[in-house]
């Protein structure tokens, strides 16, 4: 089966760094395409960043662009999300999704999240 694990989280103060890895297996990885996801407490789930199987062209939610970098290692089957300039707004637990098809529709397969911690 599908098993996507994501590590790297932890409690940072603003303005530093995080990356996130995320571990898949059960999948031809380099045929999915592989994003990121975040949820707030009382918020809800909400797409952070994607990266295409096919070009390795990568997209982000206005809230992160200029800050976070989605990256791939087909041969490792691991995709990244270094996050950058950290905000106390950024405190969420991230997913990894991994889905053939478009990342933002449907039910994509999902890790079981890595808690992030940005202290002002």
């Known amino acids: 089966q599908v098993q996507l694990v994501e590590s790297g989280g932890g409690l940072v103060q603003a303005g530093d760094s995080l990356r996130l890895s995320c571990a898949a297996s059960g999948l031809t990885f380099s045929t999915y395409n592989m994003g990121w996801f975040r949820q707030a407490p009382g918020k809800e789930r909400e797409f952070v960043a994607g990266i295409s199987w096919s070009s390795g062209g990568t997209y982000y939610a206005d809230s992160v662009k200029g800050r976070f970098t989605i990256s791939r290692e087909n041969a490792k089957n691991t995709v990244y999300l270094q996050m950058n300039s950290l905000k106390p707004e950024d405190t969420a637990v991230y997913y990894c999704?991994?889905?053939?098809?478009?990342?933002?529709?449907?039910?994509?397969?999902w890790g079981q999240g890595t808690q992030v911690t940005v202290s002002s």
């Open positions: 999704a991994a889905k053939r098809g478009i990342l933002t529709t449907g039910s994509p397969y």
